[in-house]
Every structure is written in C-alpha cells, then in structure tokens.
C-alpha cells in the first residue's frame, strides 16, 4: 500500500499545477497559434461554430433544393440545370440519383456536421471550462485535434460532392445491401467510400472531443464546484459526452464490416442477393443486413440525445437567467438527464418495427420508448413552472429558448404516436416520421443552438448581436417551421411515403400537390431568413454594440466573472471559488446572487 | 485501502479530482469503455451471425498446426500466444509496481519484456495467419467446412481475420506505446517529473487489450 500512498499524495495536488502550467500561455501567440492552430478552447468553440455555420447553410441549400422537386414536380428550372450540370439537373429538372444524394447529405449534414459538431462542440467547448470553472479543457491539445479531425472529415466530405458519381445517396442511415454494392446505384460507388471515411473521421473527432469533456467536468470543477452545483448545461454536456464515447465506437464497428463488405469480399451484412442493373445473382452468403441497423440505431438513437441534450441543458440556464427565477426543480433535471441518457441505450429497435423483428421484442421496445415521456414530462414541467410568474425578459436567447420547449412539446407527442409498434407499421416510412423527428430533434435543437448563440455571443466576441435582426429571424423561423412540418404530418397519417421523388403518380396523394408547394414555398422563405441570421452574426462580430458590463444579463454562472474579453486562462489572478449553486435568481430580496459570493448569515437556504 | 488524505475530504466538492486521479487516468478509462463497446460490437455482431447460420467449422480442426511440428495439435499453437500475452501482462504489472517504487532499472527491465512478449504475440499471429492464408483462408473465402461436413459460408473467415485483424492492431499500438514510454524512461522524462503516471496509463492499456483477448480466444477458438 505503500506505493498507493505516495501515488495519491502526489495526484491530489496535479490539477493545480496543471492549471498553472495554462496560465502562461498568452502571451507570445501568433496569427497562427491564435485563429488556426488554436489551443484555447474559447477559439476552437469559435471553429466548431463557424464550420457548423457553413454546414448549416450547405444542408439547408440541399433540402430547398429536393423542396423544389417535391413542391413543383411536374416543372422544370432551367437555371438549376446552369448551376448543377446536366447530369443533375438535366433540362432544369433535379434527377432521381441527385435527389437521393441531396436527401442523404441533408440528413447526414445536419445530423452529424451540423447539430452534433456544430452544437455540442461549440457549446461544450465554450461552456464547460468558463462554468466550472478552468483555465482550459484538461487536455488543449485533444482538443485541438478534435477540431481538426472534424475539419479533415468535413474536406472528406465537401470531396464527396464533387466526385464524378455524385456523393452517397442511399440515405443517411446507409443501409446495406444498397450502401454496399457500388453496382447498385450511382451514389453507392466513391461517394459511399467518402462518406465512410468521413464519418470515420468524425467518430475520432467525437472521442477525442468527447473523453476531454468528461474529464474535464470531472477532474477540473474550480473549489466548492460541487457536482450539484453545476450549471445544467454542464450536467447536459457531460451526458451528451458520455452518450457519445459509448455510442460512437458501435458505429464505427458498424461502418468497418461495411467497407469489408464493399472491398473484401466479406458477407458480413450481404446473403441472397440478385442485381438487376448486371442483372448477376452474388455469391454472398450468410449475412444479416438487419444486423447492420441493429449496430446503425445502436448509435442512431443515442444520437438523437447527443443532439438534444446539449440544447436541453442550454434551454435550463438561459429560461431561468431571463425569468429571473430559479429553475424549479434542479435535482429532477438531473435525473431525468440521467434516466434519458440510460433510456437512450435500450430504445434503438423502435427504429426497426417494420425490419420483421419478433412483435413480442417489438413490444419491450415500445415500453422501453414510451418510458422515455416520464423524464422529458418531467423536463417540460419544470420549464414552464420555471417561467411560471417569472419576470421575462424577453431577450433574443429567451425566445428561442421558449420556442424550443414549444417544439420539444409538440415533436414529442407525435413521438408517442410513432414509438407504439402497431401505429408505426402504418406510419413508418411516411411523412408523418418526417415531421416528428425535424420538429422534436430537428427544430427544436436549431432553437436551443440559436438560444445558446444570441445568449452567449456577447461572451464570445464581446459584442451583441443586433436584436431587431434577431427578433425578425425568431418570428419567421418559429412560424415558418410549424408551417413546414405541421401539415407533413396530415400527409404521412395519410401514408404518403418519405424519400420518393415524386407522389404525383398516385392519385391519392394529388389531394397534397397544393400542400406540398405550400411546404417548399415556406421552406425557402424561412431558408432566406436564416441567411439573415448568418450576416447578423458576421456582422456583429465586427461592428455588433460593444458589451460594456461584465454580467449583461445579470447571470449567478461563472463564465460571467471572467474579463469582457477573457484571454488564454480565463481569469485574471486567481480562479474564483464557488460557494452556491448557480439558480440564487429572486433570493430574499436579491435580484440575482452569483455563484461566487459566499452564502450569508441569515440567508434562507434554497 | 490506505489514503493518505484525511477520511473527512469531500471528494466532489470541486478543487481536486474526485476519483484522487489526475485527467490523464479519467481519459484512459473512458476511452477503455469506448473500445470494449468498439470490440462488443463486432463480437456480437459474430455472435448473431453464428447463432443464425445452419452450421459452423470446428475450431479443433481448424487451428491445429504448430510451426515445425505439423498439424494435428488441435489449438497448442493458440495457447501459447495467449500464454505469452498473457505473460506480457504479468511483465506490465512489474514495470507498473517498478514505477511506484522510482525503480528506473526495475522499469525498463520490465518494459523491454513487455515489448518483446507484443512482438512475439504479433509474430505468432503473423504465423497463423499466413498458415490460414495458404490453406485458402483469407476475407470472403472459407476452405473449412462446418462441423456436420456441409459447406461453411464465408463468415467464419470474414469475422476471424477482421476481429484478430483488429485485436492484433490494438496490440500493435499498445507496443508502439510502450516502446515511447521505454524511450521516455531511459531519457529520465518521468524521474524528473517524479512519478510514473504515464507508465501505469500504459499499462492499463496494454491490460485491456489483453483482456479483449481472452473474448476473442473464447469466442473463435473455444467455443
């Protein structure tokens, strides 16, 4: 034991010095050190931001673009023909191949570059070290490189657009036996291999990225930190971390015996397949392509928690930071936070009713789902009893915070429509599907990323973002989205399918010709509003109002006490120590008590 | 177990680590916990294909030669590479306890036959594989039959080489780490920094592959 001794000795006081080691970088930094090959984790949430920026714009082109096909089917655009080539859009006219790509990069691209990368690397990077207070993450470097590789990945697949037999189109699930047979379809060739490696490449980033954001909660919480103190946002940031380690790697195994399965000859997902464009029976043997969305979901849902959680948790502090109240209920936050993420686990199979599973598995699915509705009740709850006789402050952040308890309200209850394996067998595959997941994961995370950007971007540039911009984009982008994907669902429980190119053939779905232009017209418009969104935020950063108060919202957190500006390091001199938990809003009298002031005498205890 | 910190410490209250490890260690273990759903899956996925083919070759037949012996020693060859890993490991633990004790000697002593018992592991199933190969092994051809005499599909193979593929891959790493962490001993790196931290997060590495291991053997040549 003597060995044990001396090793904790030594470890408890490591994180100390680890911290000052940080302290001394700022000073001799270059263009290059500073803005590119950056180490502080303020400026890699600035990257992770302005490339999940980029994303959006690029997958939000794609999904006007497939609108434009949906909404006019029977029309042609020549101009469309000018941009895109005549192999795309020959005679003005989007063609099937490049409709499939354009669904599956949409998918792909908001899912994973966009609405993981972009969110929760942003955010986590921006929020967990200025929250609980650290110099940096516990490993800048990691860091670094996780940004990187998500950068690498992000050329692989930006490549894959431009490659000679278009990107992957077989759906952003890239389910095999279509996603392994380059014969099988045009986007099942180069692309498909980009967007594997891609994807690669992006699980590598996540864990890196993801092992520091653990780490970092757990081993560098600032004095009297205590995890009952922290901040939901870190709380929703550290589950969305660990959902990300655990997930990923399945994933990854997933996507390794598929490139086997396309180069090395292997059956691992392939048996019993005939193809009719060489019109050749394979040799393939023994596989289970079920068995490749068992391994897809395992990651698949999951995901959708990575996606919502960060947002969840951004939503709790910003709500509660403009109601001027406490939230209500921190510690019933955290454990459904908890119960989602292990929930998270042992629901993927709802996303398969329909592959032939055993109804009776089927049915511990649709409990296992359905269970999920306890935590989430409970999340909404305490929202609306957070802004129950709040003083609002009706703040860009706060609107978008509100809009996304709106969405998570009503893309969850469809959840429970599509989570019961009976109704599914009807509406799997429908639009109806379309509509709950953009509405309840889609719509409801851009808010809380809009939330999280208005409400923290005087912390990142020292500047505000113009508010009347800011209130315009809120409105239209808040009414646009019902628009789009409220009448999706009258669609879907009318069996329209999901992923056609055109319904037009079927005289039952003729009804919805108007419905559909009405869709894409609305798409395009809250598409344009968004670019506004964007020059509001370039715009701000250079010639946005000057931030000129330490705490402009009157904020109890942490990142709060650090310069307007901070450096590499955070604070100047010495970390402050935390004495309370960060919800003391309207306390005895108080508007608003910082984390850092130290409990007094008589003061009630929350 | 023995702290050295008073019992009344509050280990979550922010300040210090609460599991009295510095990040480094927080990291390893949740990267383990990656990689073993990483290896997880892809056993399981084995699991679920076996489980749902007619039939499956007997590993007693399949892996029974040993180099300059011939065949017929129905999984000798196999029980000497887990041996030697598993002796490898032994060696780790040495080098681990050498380090608490700043036994720099003791440490590179150890490290060497760490590396070395890798190295041999690598060789032996460099063997195996070549041996395999020429009987007509490889990804997406199986020569063996299942265990009844009827045709085999490629599986056995398919999942074979990838799975000992990727164990033998996360071997390799483990020695490139440990042959660093030998070079950064002998430049006296950790006895100036005073510990041998990054040594025992080596280690834990290295223990997990060798865990990781001890499915795949089960699960390819056992069961």
Redesign the interface.
């Known amino acids: 034991?003597s060995?044990?001794?001396?090793?904790?000795?030594?470890?408890?006081t490591?994180?100390e010095v680890?911290h000052d080691e940080h302290h001394g970088h700022h000073h001799q930094e270059t263009f290059i050190t500073k803005y590119v090959f950056s180490q502080d984790h303020k400026m890699i949430a600035k990257q992770f931001l302005i490339t999940g920026i980029i994303w959006a714009i690029i997958g939000g082109l794609f999904s006007v673009l497939f609108r434009l096909q949906l909404g006019y089917p029977d029309q042609s655009f020549p101009i469309l023909e000018d941009i895109l080539g005549s192999k795309w859009a020959a005679g003005g006219k989007i063609q099937p191949e490049f409709y499939y790509a354009l669904v599956t990069m949409h998918g792909t691209v908001l899912v994973f570059f966009v609405l993981t990368a972009g969110l929760s690397g942003t955010f986590a990077n921006l929020l967990i070290p200025l929250q609980?207070?650290a110099r940096d993450m516990?490993?800048p470097l990691?860091n670094m490189l996780s940004y990187w590789f998500f950068f690498i990945a992000s050329i692989v697949m930006i490549a894959s657009l431009f490659v000679q037999t278009g990107p992957a189109s077989g759906g952003w699930t890239a389910y095999p036996p279509l996603s392994a047979l380059g014969d099988a379809s045009e986007g099942s060739k180069t692309g498909m291999d980009l967007w594997l490696v891609a994807m690669a490449l992006f699980v590598v980033s996540q864990?890196l990225a993801?092992?520091?954001y653990?780490?970092?909660i757990?081993?560098?919480?600032?004095?009297?930190?205590?995890?009952t103190?922290l901040p939901l946002t870190i709380w929703a940031l550290f589950f969305t971390a660990?959902l990300g380690?655990?997930?990923?790697?399945?994933l990854?195994?997933?996507f390794?015996?598929l490139l086997?399965d396309r180069h090395?000859?292997?059956?691992?997902y392939l048996s019993d397949i005939f193809l009719a464009s060489t019109q050749k029976a394979l040799p393939n043997?023994?596989?289970?392509a079920i068995?490749y969305q068992?391994?897809f979901w395992?990651l698949g849902h999951p995901e959708v928690y990575i996606i919502l959680l960060p947002a969840m948790g951004m939503v709790s502090e910003i709500l509660t930071t403009n109601a001027r109240k406490p939230i209500f209920g921190y510690m019933a936050m955290v454990g459904s936070m908890f119960a989602i993420a292990i929930l998270a686990f042992l629901v993927w199979a709802h996303h398969m009713f329909v592959t032939g599973m055993n109804p009776f598995l089927g049915s511990v699915f649709v409990l296992l789902t359905l269970l999920i509705a306890v935590p989430s009740a409970i999340k909404v709850f305490n929202w609306l009893t957070t802004l129950w006789r709040g003083n609002l402050r009706f703040t860009p952040g706060m609107l978008f915070a509100i809009g996304f308890v709106s969405f998570f309200i009503s893309g969850g209850l469809t959840g429970i429509f599509v989570g019961n394996s009976t109704i599914d067998i009807h509406l799997h595959d429908t639009m109806f599907v379309i509509a709950h997941f953009h509405i309840v994961m889609g719509v409801a995370s851009f808010f809380g990323m809009f939330a999280g950007v208005y409400h923290w971007f005087p912390k990142m540039y020292g500047r505000y973002m113009n508010n009347t911009l800011a209130y315009i984009h809120f409105w239209i982008t808040l009414i646009g989205a019902y628009l789009i994907f409220w009448p999706m669902h009258y669609e879907g429980l009318a069996g329209m399918p999901r992923r056609y190119l055109d319904v037009s053939g079927w005289v039952s779905f003729n009804q919805f010709s108007g419905l559909n232009r009405f869709i894409s017209i609305v798409s395009i418009i809250v598409f344009a509003v968004q670019l506004l969104f964007v020059f509001n935020f370039f715009y701000s950063i250079f010639k946005g109002r000057r931030v000129r108060t330490q705490n402009p919202w009157g904020s109890n957190t942490l990142e709060w006490t650090t310069p307007i500006n901070p450096g590499h390091g955070n604070w100047e001199g010495e970390i402050p120590?935390?004495h309370r938990w960060a919800y003391d809003y309207g306390k005895d009298g108080r508007d608003f008590i910082p984390q850092t002031e130290p409990v007094g005498k008589n003061e009630s205890s929350h | 177990m023995s702290h050295a910190v008073p019992a009344d410490q509050k280990w979550w209250s922010g300040g210090k680590s609460p599991f009295n490890v510095e990040y480094g260690k927080v990291m390893m273990w949740y990267f383990l916990m990656s990689d073993a759903f990483t290896f997880g899956a892809f056993l399981i996925s084995y699991g679920t294909i076996r489980f749902a083919s007619n039939g499956w070759p007997d590993p007693n037949e399949v892996f029974q030669s040993f180099p300059g012996l011939g065949s017929g020693l129905p999984l000798a060859f196999v029980s000497l590479m887990t041996f030697i890993l598993i002796i490898s490991s032994v060696t780790m633990v040495l080098a681990v306890q050498a380090g608490h004790a700043m036994d720099k000697k003791a440490v590179v002593r150890n490290l060497i036959w760490t590396i070395i018992g890798g190295i041999a592991f690598l060789s032996c199933q460099a063997w195996e594989w070549t041996h395999l190969y020429h009987e007509g092994a490889w990804w997406g051809s199986n020569p063996f039959t299942n265990m009844d005499g009827t045709k085999a599909s490629t599986n056995f193979t398919n999942f074979f080489f990838t799975i000992t593929g990727f164990h033998g891959f996360h071997v390799f790493s483990g020695v490139i780490i440990n042959i660093i962490m030998l070079i950064m001993t002998l430049n006296n790196v950790f006895e100036r920094k005073g510990h041998y931290l990054m040594i025992e997060k080596a280690g834990l590495y290295w223990h997990f592959v060798d865990l990781v291991w001890v499915f795949v053997f089960t699960c390819f040549y056992l069961i």
């Open positions: 034991m060995h044990e001794a001396s090793l904790h000795r030594e470890v408890v490591t994180h680890h609980v207070g516990a490993s990691m864990l993801g092992l520091n653990i780490s970092t757990l081993n560098l919480r600032t004095k009297g930190m205590a995890m103190r660990v380690v655990l997930s990923f790697p399945v990854f195994s997933g390794i015996l086997f090395a000859g292997t059956s691992f043997e023994g596989g289970s068995l068992h391994l395992f120590e935390v």
